[in-house]
Structures are given as structure tokens and as C-alpha cells.
């Protein structure tokens, strides 16, 4: 028995001379066992160098262990396997059950324990206590002894933990720490390695466990061979030198064999010349032997094989690694195998890889373990239990549908969410019948008979959900202990055929050549079993609830990771940084090298802190490094990725992230550029037109048909284009499919999204030959064409949400005043009768009638709403008062609330006559007319009110955005000069119902507070310019109104704060919006649907319109402008009114 060291620095052949050892050995005529121990996620790489040294016939003699398999091998000739194996699942799942069981005892530790991540800490601390020998007691011993009571508390729990999960393992289970410790005792009874010859490559050093093992080894076999990377020349180093991580493993080693008198055989030495990889690279020899030295020596040649890559994005970064590796394929002779890509933190780019590199035709295989949880039949299984426990709310149910495992399909589960997002439905509603009318919540789509079906097929598809889940959640309800639970699960996923409906989707992905995702499901269903199998293992006999069981369920499933093998031998490798171990590497893409990201410059600390680790070492309880020595570590694991090459290096960084945010370059970048000042350095941050560059971007079909199109767009903009293009053009036209292609992308430079105008025969068909319009219906016209035709002509409409939007507040509050109003007429009050008290308790009576005969009245659907009634409820309250502030300080008293106009209404339509002949009817409702009578003139005002801010601008009325008010007026007008009834306008206003917030520096009186209220929801409109009427319409006005939005000057004038119009300044206005009516009426008739939205400043219709994409309205395509609306002084709009009257004459019929 002996060891070797095998020195040499990254690069100089350790591994190769291993294999050429085994491959000598092979031949000289001896039988005993020729073993290559290499870390786990090695070992496939492994295999393959040694198939590849090896011939066939004689490679059962030589062999590739890990630790893993080499304890197996043990176990399976000596014992050791009657004990039930334990994974990382299992692991966690019991860890939880034991906190669950000790949550009394558990201070620090328990709430934590519900934090998604947690216990997989937990279970990874246990597992470094395990790996360090650091047992419960000694733990517990240990926690005593410290002075600092948080970590004493921390101690204390994990040591009740630990204790209780060894406890459990040592019954009858075994883990993977536990079979190290196993395997060192087993290992002296083991005939099969007994003069062995061990090669032990790849590992930079070992855990205490593995020291055991390798000391069994030592005495065992024959001869121990390890690698070492490291520098022999220097005589002593620090922990800041980059191979202090291995000089410490040889010290360990070292003082093994000398406490067990192991013989020391002389070392092999391989760092004399060039490295062997770099024989052939002076750049790149040069690079690993100067990188990390201090001082540093300068190459002062150019660069031809070591590269610099500056990206303007992580996009194009990944896009610019993908052209240079088909350049090294098609021009340097290498084969995809002979490169990789690496990045530090891989996650951050694997997606990106996948899809550009498929793009690019890149065969690729990506070294990544990915998580389980929204893999969508890992989902089924969680949002199963989910439905139960968040009383089958919207978000869990059809969480659970849209996983593709149900037996609806995609029509049947849209038709039942629009149903139940409509209604609202959860809880127990999902056992009810559903009744409620899809007229009422779907604007009307269905006749009764359409209804009824609507019903039946809605009902239907509810119980085909509801029916199965409850009867599964009565018979998990019964379930005594574990074993039955899973039983119950298994069972109900077998008879809902997922596994077989699992096999359909496999076969499906390698029909459609997605072998890597074929790969991912294979794995899924035998995970779920397996996580079934631990639970039972571990807890069988238990007994558990729902809610338990199914976060016990989602902590093995945290567990899990899945990865792939390699589907293809020929294709590039992409892996992480920390994963990295490939020798016959020819071409290396470092991507992603930013500042504290490669290296990385911090690490998650974990349960113990290193103030926590600083602590436990004074009291002799050695454990893993802390993040400072891991940031050191990075050193060495740089150094290792960097000389992995052999000919070729390109590190490339983004300046910019996904989201636009700044990235700085790594300190590596920096390092290269001063041991490499004429480094070969590229950049895409400013993009060159020259024929270089063009050709660079010419690379595989799909990428350069992309770029193709780039430079006709850009041919189009600066009129020029690079002769190369047109030749890529001809290479596509001449192949049939790729002509098609173009044909189409062609079309699409001339894509207009215009509409044309449709004929009016069409447009009266598409409205139903309607000749009713309402005003909210001509100002949605006027704010834009295309949004009306949309909406009114083509009837589409947005998901009915159960919620209360602005509308729905609006309508609400409207019918309470209008109830109000009702109320006071039973009772034969008036509301100068009103006082405060009486305001409040009107409202209250009016709203709790309104909910009371509703029993789905959303407002009681929740307590959210239930608030939201309540301070409704206060809002109209208040808004009550202030009407009545403003009637008894007014003679001008309510005449009518409600008050429509239209076909057998109180007041007929307004009836406009167009051009050709036809004839159509405005028609509406008025929400309070005010009148006041003087002598026998009469004058009337407008009052509309509104739930938001709302404010009359007279260019908005100029342009039609504002009609309401002022058709509400002409329509009374209009009635009464038929009637040779003489009735003046006075005034239109807009009522805001608000409960306004007043603001104080000191403390107020209530007559104070309540004259603020007043000002604050002072009438918004235009006043008849008139003082007399002014002051009648407040009587109290002294200097600027609280009411109205006017103020008379002391000598009794009219003050300029007054918003107002005279009486011929009105009928102009009347006038305008009547010819407003008419050509809005016309264009719309004669088929104008033009997107056209209006521009107000900052203010444009398309802000809140929900039918963007639909016109994909934007101003950089050709003929899309808004119909600006220019802030004009209310001068520039009068003289605008006057001449448009003064020139129309008698326009308007």
C-alpha cells in the first residue's frame, strides 16, 4: 500500500496520464481491479475517456467509480443494503414532519419552516453536520457553552432537529452521508479491491467523511494515485494563493499515511515545459501561467486566439456566440463537441441558449438541473390539493384545468372561466347549481333559449370538474395514516389515466424531434412515485390532514431537480462554471463575464452566518467554509474554466441586462487587457455597415434570412444596401420555400393598418339599420371612428371580470340619488327640508334596500366590498347634503330626476335630418333638471352627475368630445319652442359626488369646514352670463361663489372668475352641436371607421382604450396620426363658433 501525487497545473495532462497509466496496466498480465474515482457528475465524461483509451475487450478490469458507486459495489459483496436509501426528497419531507412535531419547542426556527426554500436549508446544515462529523450532541454540548444567545437559541433547535431526524434514519433508513460513513466501515471487510490500484482525478479536495474513506483505501489497496493541480515551485503559500485549497488536501492526505504508516511513493511532477493542452497554443500557455501570478508579465504580441467580446445586450451577446461557433464549425474544421459555452450563472441565460442556438441550427446539449414545480404535471398534482384548501378559488381551479390533464378541452375551459371570472364563483358555490344569467353579466348575447342551453353546458362541465375532485376529497378525509393518502393520490392519478396520458406526450415530443423535453417528462411520473414511495417509507403509519399532507407533498417535490443526458455525441456543451471538466475542450465561450458575477463576489450565507462559523471553530466545531474563503476559491475555479481550451478563448460580457439595466465588465476583463494589451476586442454596442462585418453576419438559414430583412428595412430607410445582401437574396429566391417566405416578409413592408371605408349598404346591415343614437355614443365616434366600429359594429367586447369598476360605481351611485329623490317625494319633502342627519339616514335606508333583495350584490361579496359599501355609502351621504346646500341656497328647484328623452318618453327625441334624407333620434336621460321661474320667463339648468373628476373645456364641446350637457339642454330647449313655451337656458353643470379631503393648518369650525366642502364640490359647467341670474342661482354669493362657478364683483358686475356664456353665446353652441351631430352622424353612416384618436396635450383616447390591438395604432407607421386638440383660449373658441355659424347659415335642420 502507498500513495502518489500526480502534480501539474491545469492543462499539463494529469487526467491523461491516468489513462495512459490504466491502459499500461491493462496489458501487463495481472487481474486486480484498476480503479479511476472521480466526483459523481464526472463520471460520464469519465466513461467516455476511458472507452476511448481502453479497448473494448479489456475495460472490465479498468473501471470509473464515484463515491457513490464505489459504496454500492461495497455493499452489494459485504452488506449494507438492507437498509432503506433516503434522497434529498425524503430528507426534506422528514425534516418537516419533525418540525411540524417539535413547532412547540421550536422558537427560532418554526415560522420559518412555512417559507418556500427553508427546509431545504435546513436539510442542507444537517447535512453538512453529518459531512463534518458535528453530532446533536456534540451540538447541543456546544450551544450550552456559548455566550450569544441568538446563536445559542440556533443551536439549541437545529441540535433538537438533527437529533430527531438521526434518530428516525438509524431505525431503519440511510442516507447519502450515512452510506459514506458506512462504506468506510464496510470497506476493510470488501475482497474485491484488495490490491487495487486507485487513480483518484478531478476532485480539489474532500469532505472528513471522504478523508475516511480514502484512509481505508490507503491500507486496502495496492497503490492510491491522486491528482493534484497545483504549482510545485513554490516552497510555502498563503490562503490568498490560488492553489491553497489544494495544498491543504495534500497536507490531509499526507498526514493520513503518516499516522498509518502508509508509504509515500515519489510524486510525478508534470509541470515541467508547456503545458501538454497547450503545446500548440503560446497565447494560451502563456495565459494560464500568468493570469493569477503576481507580478504579472505582459504578452506583447496581437491576439489571434484569445478574444474579447463586447455586447450591447445579453441578446446579442448570446446571438454573437452563436455566429463565431458556425464560423469555427464551417471555417476552422471543428466539430460542435469540440466547444463549450460557460457562463457563471448559467440559469441566467439557458433560456435565451436554447432559443437562439435552435435558431441557429447549433446541436446543443445544456448541463442544467432544473426544478419540478411548474412542470405541468407536477402542477396537476399541487393544485389538486390547492382547490381544497383555498375553498376552490378562481386562481387554483383553473390553475389545475390549464395543465392540459383534464378531459376539457381549450374551448370548454375559456367558456367556463368567462363564466365564473363573470359571476364571481368560489367556495361552496362550486356545489350549487349554477343560475345565474348570462345576460346580465354578458351584455345581453343570448335569447332565452341560448340561455338555457348556456346553462345546461356550463352545469355540465362543472360537475364533470367538481364531482370527481369532492369525492377524492372525501376519501383523502378518511384516510387514517400516510400509506392511505398516497394510496388515495396514486390511485385517482391512475384512473385519470395521467400516466398514460404522460406516455402520449412522450411519444408525441420525439415525433416532433423535442427529445430534451421527451427527456424531462420520462423523469417526471417516476419522480412523483418516488416521492409517494419516501412519504410512505418515512411516515407510512402517521396520521396526517390535508393540509399537512400536501405541504409535506410540495417539500418533495422542491427536492427534485431534473437534468439530461447528452441526447447526441456531436454537439456543443453548454454548462455551468462550477460544473465544468472538460479536457478535450478546443473552443471556450465564457459568457455573462460581469462585475460580481464571474468570479462571483458574494454568497448566500445560509442557517449559520460566518460570524456563526467564526464562533463554532473557536469552540473546535469545524465545518464547510465561509463565504470569505469561498470568494477566494473563485480564484481557482476562474482559473480552471479559462484554461480548459486548448485553442481557442472568447469571454464576452453585455453592458446592459435583460431590462435595460447597466452591467459593468468583471475585473477578469481588465486582467486580460493588461497581461494582453493588443487583445483582439469586438464590439456590437456601435453596429459597422462594412463587408467584414456583413459577412460575419451571414451564418446559418434561418439567422441570415433575419438579417437579410434587416438590411432591406434599412435599404428602405437610408436608400443604400451592401451588395452582398442582394447575392443572400438570390441564394433564397432560387429555393422554393425560402421564396415563399420572402414573398410574405415583402408584404409586410408594406403593411398599412388603414381601414377602408365600408359602404353604407354594409354599415346599416352592421348597426341593424339603427336610428337611435345616444351622446355617449357620437362622443365615442369623435374620440375615435375605429373604436366605435369596434365596439358597436363588430360587438366586441372585454372579459366580464366580477368586480365594481368606475361604470359600475357610476350606475350604482346615480340610482341611489335617484332613489333618494323618490323617497323624498313619498315622504312630500323637498330637499331644502334636509338636514344633515336626515342625509345620512335616507342614504343608508336607500342602500341597504338596494343590496337587501340582491343576495349576489357583489358589495356583499366580500368584506373588501363590504367596506367599500359602507364608505360608498358615506360618499353619497355627503354628496345628498351638498345638493341640498345647493338647492336652498338657490332659487332654482329640482323640476324632474331621471329625466329621458326619446320615443314615448316625458320629451321627444332630437330628431337630426342628414344630407340624403334619412332621419335619426338622439335620445337619453338627464339626471336633474333645475328650474327657476321669473315673472313668466322661465330658466332651466342641466345638472349630469359624476362619480369621477369632470371638467367642461369648450374646445372639447368644439371638437365633439363634449356633447352630453349641452343635447341634454337642447333637447328641454327643442321641446319647449315647440310649444311656444318660453324657457331660457341658465346653466349646464356637472355634479361631482365626492367626500372630499379638506385640508387645515389650524383648527376649523364646522361652518368653515362645511364652506370648504362646498368649494371643493363646487358645480363645474357653463353659467348664463347674467347677474341677476347668477344671484338667483345663489342667493347667499358674495364675491366668488361656494356653489357655482361664478363670482360677482362689489359694484354688482360680473366677475371674470365666472365660466359662463351669454344667451346668443349659447344658441351658439346649440347650433354647433347640431352640426357636430349631423357630420358625426353622416361619416358614420357613410361608413368612415378611420383610426383617428385625439390628441390633447398628454391626454389621447388610446390611453384607457381596450382595443389597441386590434388597430396596433402607432405614429411611426404610415398615415397613423392623432386629430389634435389644440388648448384654446375660450376667445379663440367663440370667434371659432361664429364663423362656422355665420358661414352654414341655416346648416342644421
Given at each position: 500500500m502507498g500513495i502518489r501525487f500526480i502534480y501539474g497545473r491545469a492543462g499539463t495532462g494529469k487526467t491523461y496520464f491516468c489513462l495512459r497509466e490504466i491502459k499500461e496496466k491493462i496489458n501487463d498480465?495481472?487481474?486486480?481491479?484498476?480503479?479511476?474515482?472521480?466526483?459523481?457528475?464526472?463520471?460520464?465524461?469519465?466513461?467516455?475517456?476511458?472507452?476511448?483509451?481502453?479497448?473494448?475487450?479489456?475495460?472490465?478490469?479498468?473501471?470509473?467509480?464515484?463515491?457513490?458507486?464505489?459504496?454500492n459495489r461495497v455493499f452489494t459483496e459485504v452488506g449494507g443494503l438492507t437498509r432503506q436509501h433516503v434522497n434529498s426528497c425524503g430528507r426534506s419531507m422528514v425534516i418537516y414532519k419533525i418540525m411540524e412535531d417539535l413547532k412547540e419547542n421550536l422558537k427560532v426556527y418554526y415560522k420559518a419552516s412555512r417559507q418556500q426554500g427553508f427546509i431545504k436549508k435546513i436539510s442542507e446544515v444537517i447535512t453538512e453536520f453529518k459531512r463534518f462529523e458535528v453530532t446533536p450532541e456534540k451540538l447541543m454540548d456546544t450551544a450550552e457553552s456559548i455566550q450569544k444567545e441568538g446563536l445559542r437559541e440556533k443551536l439549541r433547535e437545529l441540535s433538537l432537529i438533527y437529533g430527531k431526524f438521526d434518530e428516525l434514519l438509524h431505525q431503519k433508513y440511510i442516507d447519502e452521508e450515512d452510506a459514506l460513513t458506512l462504506l468506510a466501515e464496510k470497506l476493510e471487510y470488501s475482497e474485491q479491491f484488495k490490491g487495487a490500484e486507485f487513480w483518484i482525478d478531478g476532485f480539489t479536495g474532500f469532505t472528513p467523511k471522504q478523508y475516511k474513506v480514502l484512509e481505508k483505501l490507503l491500507k486496502k489497496a495496492a497503490r492510491v494515485s491522486v491528482t493534484l493541480t497545483m504549482d510545485t515551485s513554490k516552497d510555502s503559500i498563503d490562503n490568498t494563493d490560488l492553489f491553497y485549497t489544494t495544498k491543504k488536501t495534500e497536507d490531509k492526505l499526507l498526514k493520513i499515511c503518516y499516522e498509518n504508516n502508509i508509504s509515500y511513493e515519489k510524486p510525478v511532477d508534470l509541470n515541467e515545459g508547456v503545458p501538454k493542452r497547450f503545446e500548440k497554443n503560446e497565447e494560451m500557455a502563456f495565459l494560464e501561467k500568468h493570469l493569477f501570478s503576481y507580478p504579472y508579465k505582459i504578452y506583447s504580441k496581437d491576439t489571434k486566439?484569445?478574444?474579447?467580446?463586447?455586447?450591447?445586450?445579453?441578446?446579442?451577446?448570446?446571438?454573437?456566440?452563436?455566429?463565431?461557433?458556425?464560423?469555427?464549425?464551417?471555417?476552422?474544421?471543428?466539430?460542435?463537441?469540440?466547444?463549450?459555452?460557460?457562463?457563471?450563472?448559467?440559469?441566467?441565460?439557458?433560456?435565451?441558449?436554447?432559443?437562439?442556438?435552435?435558431?441557429?441550427?447549433?446541436?446543443?446539449?445544456?448541463?442544467?438541473?432544473?426544478?419540478?414545480?411548474?412542470?405541468?404535471?407536477?402542477?396537476?398534482?399541487?393544485?389538486?390539493?390547492?382547490?381544497?384548501?383555498?375553498?376552490?378559488?378562481?386562481?387554483?381551479?383553473?390553475?389545475?384545468?390549464?395543465?392540459?390533464?383534464?378531459?376539457?378541452?381549450?374551448?370548454?375551459?375559456?367558456?367556463?372561466?368567462?363564466?365564473?371570472?363573470?359571476?364571481?364563483?368560489?367556495?361552496?358555490?362550486?356545489?350549487?347549481?349554477?343560475?345565474?344569467s348570462f345576460r346580465n353579466r354578458l351584455d345581453k348575447l343570448f335569447d332565452d333559449q341560448d340561455e338555457k342551453e348556456a346553462l345546461e353546458k356550463v352545469n355540465t362541465i362543472k360537475n364533470g370538474i367538481s364531482e370527481p375532485l369532492n369525492k377524492f376529497y372525501k376519501d383523502f378525509s378518511n384516510a387514517n395514516t400516510v400509506r392511505e393518502a398516497c394510496e388515495i393520490l396514486y390511485n385517482f392519478l391512475v384512473e385519470r389515466d395521467i400516466p398514460q396520458r404522460i406516455e402520449n406526450l412522450i411519444r408525441e415530443f420525439k415525433e416532433n424531434k423535442e427529445f430534451e423535453i421527451?427527456?424531462?417528462?420520462?423523469?417526471?411520473?417516476?419522480?412523483?412515485?418516488?416521492?409517494?414511495?419516501?412519504?410512505?417509507?418515512?411516515?407510512?403509519?402517521?396520521?396526517?390532514?390535508?393540509?399537512?399532507?400536501?405541504?409535506?407533498?410540495?417539500?418533495?417535490?422542491?427536492?427534485?431537480?431534473?437534468?439530461?443526458?447528452?441526447?447526441?455525441?456531436?454537439?456543443?456543451?453548454?454548462?455551468?462554471?462550477?460544473?465544468?471538466?472538460?479536457?478535450?475542450?478546443?473552443?471556450?465561450?465564457?459568457?455573462?463575464?460581469?462585475?460580481?458575477?464571474?468570479?462571483?463576489?458574494?454568497?448566500?450565507?445560509?442557517?449559520?452566518?460566518?460570524?456563526?462559523?467564526?464562533?463554532?471553530?473557536?469552540?473546535?466545531?469545524?465545518?464547510?467554509?465561509?463565504?470569505?474563503?469561498?470568494?477566494?476559491?473563485?480564484?481557482?475555479l476562474v482559473y480552471t474554466a479559462l484554461t480548459s481550451t486548448s485553442k481557442f478563448l472568447r469571454i464576452s460580457y453585455p453592458i446592459a441586462d435583460h431590462e435595460g439595466r447597466s452591467l459593468r465588465p468583471s475585473i477578469i476583463i481588465s486582467r486580460f487587457k493588461r497581461i494582453f494589451p493588443q487583445i483582439t476586442q469586438f464590439s456590437n454596442v456601435i453596429e459597422m455597415d462594412t463587408d467584414e462585418e456583413n459577412l460575419h453576419r451571414v451564418s446559418s438559414p434561418d439567422p441570415t434570412f433575419n438579417e437579410m430583412i434587416k438590411s432591406f428595412k434599412e435599404w428602405d430607410i437610408k436608400d443604400k444596401i451592401n451588395s452582398l445582401w442582394l447575392d443572400v437574396y438570390n441564394w433564397y429566391s432560387n429555393k422554393e420555400v425560402w421564396r415563399k417566405r420572402i414573398e410574405k416578409v415583402l408584404e409586410g413592408f408594406n403593411y398599412s393598418n388603414q381601414v377602408r371605408v365600408i359602404p353604407s349598404a354594409k354599415i346599416k346591415r352592421l348597426y341593424k339599420d339603427e336610428i337611435n343614437f345616444s351622446v355617449s355614443r357620437l362622443e365615442k365616434y369623435a374620440a375615435c371612428p375605429f373604436a366605435y366600429f369596434v365596439q358597436y359594429g363588430l360587438k366586441a367586447k372585454e372579459r366580464k371580470i366580477y368586480s365594481f369598476d368606475p361604470p359600475d360605481l357610476g350606475i350604482f351611485m346615480h340610482n341611489v340619488l335617484n332613489e333618494v329623490s323618490k323617497a323624498l317625494e313619498k315622504e312630500d319633502k323637498t330637499w331644502e327640508d334636509l338636514d344633515r342627519e336626515y342625509c345620512d339616514e335616507v342614504v343608508n335606508i336607500v342602500v341597504d334596500n338596494m343590496l337587501k333583495g340582491v343576495s349576489e350584490h357583489i358589495l356583499k361579496s366580500s368584506p373588501r366590498y363590504e367596506y367599500l359599501s359602507k364608505r360608498l355609502t358615506r360618499v353619497l351621504s355627503?354628496?345628498?347634503?351638498?345638493?341640498?346646500?345647493?338647492?336652498?341656497?338657490?332659487?332654482?328647484?329640482?323640476?324632474?330626476?331621471?329625466?329621458?328623452?326619446?320615443?314615448?318618453?316625458m320629451y321627444p327625441p332630437i330628431k337630426i335630418i342628414l344630407s340624403n334624407g334619412e332621419e335619426i333620434n338622439l335620445i337619453g336621460r338627464i339626471d336633474r333638471v333645475d328650474v327657476f321661474e321669473k315673472g313668466e320667463e322661465s330658466y332651466i339648468r342641466i345638472i349630469d352627475y359624476k362619480s369621477g373628476n369632470k371638467e367642461l373645456k369648450l374646445e372639447d364641446v368644439f371638437y365633439g368630445l363634449e356633447l352630453q350637457l349641452l343635447i341634454y339642454l337642447d333637447a328641454i330647449l327643442e321641446s319647449a319652442d315647440k310649444e311656444n313655451t318660453d324657457i331660457k337656458p341658465a346653466g349646464i353643470f356637472y355634479f361631482r359626488i365626492d367626500d372630499p379631503i379638506v385640508k387645515a393648518d389650524k383648527d376649523i369650525t364646522d361652518e368653515e369646514l362645511q364652506k370648504e366642502i362646498l368649494k371643493k364640490l363646487r358645480l363645474d359647467g357653463l353659467v348664463l352670463k347674467d347677474a341677476e341670474i347668477i344671484k338667483e342661482m345663489d342667493k347667499s354669493i358674495n364675491g366668488t361663489s361656494y356653489i357655482i362657478p361664478a363670482s360677482i364683483n362689489k359694484d354688482g358686475t360680473i366677475g371674470k372668475k365666472t365660466k359662463g356664456a351669454t344667451k346668443e353665446q349659447f344658441e351658439l353652441l346649440r347650433k354647433h352641436v347640431k352640426n357636430m351631430i349631423k357630420d358625426l352622424a353622416e361619416q358614420m353612416i357613410n361608413g368612415n371607421i378611420s383610426i383617428t384618436p385625439y390628441r390633447k396635450g398628454k391626454e389621447t383616447a388610446c390611453k384607457y382604450c381596450p382595443y389597441s390591438s386590434v388597430c396596433k395604432f402607432e405614429t411611426n407607421f404610415e398615415g397613423n396620426k392623432y386629430m389634435f386638440i389644440k388648448e384654446q383660449k375660450e376667445e379663440e373658441i367663440w370667434n371659432m363658433l361664429q364663423k362656422e355659424v355665420n358661414k352654414d347659415g341655416d346648416k342644421v335642420d
Open positions: 498480465g495481472n487481474s486486480h481491479p484498476l480503479i479511476l474515482l472521480v466526483p459523481e457528475q464526472f463520471t460520464f465524461e469519465a466513461e467516455k475517456y476511458l472507452l476511448e483509451t481502453v479497448e473494448k475487450d479489456r475495460k472490465m478490469r479498468a473501471q470509473v467509480l464515484s463515491f457513490k458507486t464505489l459504496a486566439n484569445i478574444s474579447l467580446f463586447k455586447a450591447v445586450n445579453v441578446y446579442s451577446e448570446v446571438e454573437e456566440t452563436a455566429r463565431e461557433i458556425i464560423r469555427l464549425v464551417r471555417d476552422e474544421n471543428l466539430r460542435y463537441s469540440d466547444i463549450v459555452v460557460t457562463a457563471r450563472d448559467l440559469k441566467r441565460y439557458h433560456k435565451l441558449i436554447k432559443t437562439i442556438f435552435s435558431h441557429y441550427g447549433i446541436p446543443h446539449f445544456i448541463d442544467l438541473k432544473l426544478d419540478i414545480k411548474n412542470n405541468p404535471i407536477i402542477v396537476y398534482i399541487t393544485s389538486l390539493f390547492e382547490i381544497y384548501l383555498k375553498n376552490w378559488s378562481y386562481e387554483s381551479v383553473f390553475r389545475h384545468l390549464k395543465t392540459g390533464f383534464t378531459n376539457l378541452n381549450k374551448e370548454d375551459i375559456s367558456f367556463l372561466e368567462n363564466y365564473v371570472l363573470a359571476n364571481g364563483i368560489k367556495g361552496g358555490k362550486w356545489k350549487e347549481e349554477w343560475k345565474y421527451a427527456n424531462q417528462y420520462s423523469q417526471i411520473w417516476d419522480i412523483v412515485v418516488d416521492v409517494l414511495d419516501q412519504m410512505v417509507e418515512v411516515m407510512g403509519e402517521e396520521k396526517i390532514n390535508i393540509d399537512l399532507f400536501s405541504k409535506i407533498l410540495d417539500i418533495g417535490f422542491e427536492a427534485y431537480q431534473i437534468g439530461s443526458i447528452p441526447p447526441a455525441l456531436d454537439e456543443v456543451l453548454v454548462t455551468s462554471v462550477d460544473r465544468m471538466k472538460s479536457h478535450n475542450a478546443k473552443a471556450l465561450f465564457v459568457i455573462g463575464a460581469n462585475d460580481g458575477i464571474f468570479p462571483a463576489s458574494s454568497f448566500e450565507e445560509g442557517i449559520l452566518t460566518d460570524e456563526d462559523r467564526q464562533i463554532l471553530t473557536s469552540y473546535e466545531v469545524e465545518l464547510d467554509r465561509d463565504t470569505k474563503a469561498k470568494v477566494f476559491e473563485e480564484q481557482f355627503n354628496a345628498v347634503w351638498v345638493i341640498s346646500e345647493h338647492i336652498k341656497r338657490s332659487s332654482f328647484i329640482p323640476s324632474g330626476h331621471e329625466v329621458a328623452f326619446g320615443e314615448n318618453q
